[in-house]
């Protein structure tokens, strides 16, 4: 199948939005237990800019206290979804077509429990549990989140994967008729991703169901999408309805159209350009085009946490 190349994703665009002013305490609260340290509940979260649904039963967390949070308004109208259109207005636009109930997400493959798991079955029993968290994170698109979520080795766990299973490959769902962008050949769909079965265990990466306290706008991924901070933002795949786990490394949707320009890994690197631009700094959504560039930090500033999952590796290689 042919598939038209779209305009080139600048690496601002789909990368670093990142920026934070107090990294090194975000990575020892994190690196101290995961997510789960100084927990307290705080119920359905006060501040809700948006207005949307409050997610309630929300455990608050020191990881990312004190960062400088995004503006909800832009995190929720400056986004790439391009099930809904290839424009950075696009999503907010028309992603009220988006049904996400009733939602169901399919996990298979190389696990000894596949199965599948409504998305209210996936949130109440992660309530009941207490381990829906809030997670402020920096997103390697250049903006500073609040998300509401739990990791993602927490569901992957439920369903046993064994031991060929070396990657998980992730699937947004297929629908043309609620995500119109699909009836066009910008992209081979559905949308896919994947991980390394390790990276997908560690505890930064995460599966989001809100954010600002409130239940994901439809154009952040609603209702369960990845954030991988360490990672340049198209690997944070959204609206995911298949979860396999795999023996070989999947093909995901932005390498396997641009293998040169976008590689599997992703991993947030100063030292490894695009092609066409340089990587070592980034812009702040936010911050206005006359603010100064931000320099990029490997792997997103989570270095202390993640290095080790690729020693030995070379980056500029694997990236
Ligand atoms: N997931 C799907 N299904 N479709 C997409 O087009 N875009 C990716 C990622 N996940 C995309 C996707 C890209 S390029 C980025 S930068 C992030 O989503 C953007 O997330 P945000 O809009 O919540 O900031």
Request: aromatic share 12%; net charge positive.
């Amino acid at each position: 199948m042919l598939i038209k190349k779209p305009d080139p994703i600048k690496s601002s665009e789909i990368t670093d939005r990142a920026v934070w002013q107090d990294r090194r305490r975000l990575i020892k609260a994190a690196a101290a237990a995961g997510v789960g340290l100084v927990a307290e509940r705080a119920g359905a979260l006060a501040s809700r800019p948006g207005q949307g649904q409050a997610i309630s039963g929300v455990v608050d967390t020191d990881y990312g206290r004190g960062l400088a949070l995004t503006d909800f308004q832009d995190a929720t109208s400056y986004n790439n979804f391009y099930e809904f259109g290839t424009a950075k207005s696009d999503p907010a636009r028309h992603a009220h077509s988006l049904q996400t109930r009733p939602w169901t997400v399919r996990v298979d493959g190389e696990c000894d429990k596949p199965g599948e798991i409504g998305i209210e079955d996936i949130l109440k029993d992660f309530t009941q549990e207490e381990r829906i968290y809030r997670f402020r994170c920096v997103e390697a698109w250049a903006m500073t989140v609040p998300w509401v979520g739990f990791p993602l080795g927490d569901l992957l766990k439920r369903f046993q994967p064994n031991s060929r299973a070396n990657f998980v490959a992730f699937e947004t769902l297929f629908d043309p008729q609620q995500m119109p962008g699909q009836q066009r050949g910008v992209l081979d769909w559905p949308y896919r991703e994947g991980l390394r079965m390790d990276e997908a265990m560690h505890p930064l990466t995460l599966l989001a169901t809100g954010l600002y306290g409130e239940v994901l706008p439809n154009q952040n991924g609603a209702p369960l999408r990845l954030v991988v901070p360490l990672k340049y933002g198209f690997k944070s795949i959204k609206s995911i309805v298949g979860i396999r786990f795999v023996r070989d490394i999947p093909e995901t949707t932005w390498w396997k159209l641009a293998p040169r320009e976008y590689g599997f890994y992703a991993n947030v690197n100063p030292q490894v350009d695009h092609p066409r631009w340089s990587q070592k700094r980034h812009r702040v959504l936010g911050a206005g085009l006359f603010a100064a560039k931000q320099p990029t930090q490997l792997f997103n500033g989570y270095a202390e946490q993640v290095a080790g999952l690729y020693r030995g590796m070379d980056l500029s290689r694997f990236y």
